[in-house]
């Protein structure tokens, strides 16, 4: 894969994963600039990379725990937000060399 995503393959990729949900440009461009933190964060050290896929394979509860602990942080994720951010960060992967 390339080094660095295409924002119309992500966003493509995305589309076809959530349809209607994912139409909103600002939804878009907030994922995408998430997408390319992702990859960023992913490339510094194997421990960063471990727990973002960690962050896959999280079940319905693990998710609501999350959830809870960034709300404590102040970062406040609707359950479908959670999908989206988990998905931004399995299609990030694919880009970590």
Avoid: W
């Avoid at 725990?65 to 404590?72: L, W």
């Amino acid at each position: 894969m390339s080094s660095r995503p295409t924002k119309r393959d992500f966003y493509k990729h995305m589309e076809a994963r959530f349809g209607s949900e994912f139409k909103s440009q600002e939804v878009k461009n907030k994922f995408y600039d998430k997408l390319l933190d992702t990859i960023q964060e992913a490339n510094k050290d194997d421990a960063n990379l471990a727990a973002l896929i960690e962050l896959t394979m999280m079940n319905t509860t693990d998710r609501l725990i999350y959830r809870n602990t960034m709300a404590c942080c102040g970062v406040e994720y609707t359950p479908r937000q959670v999908d989206l951010l988990i998905s931004t960060i399995e299609y990030a992967i694919e880009y970590v060399s």
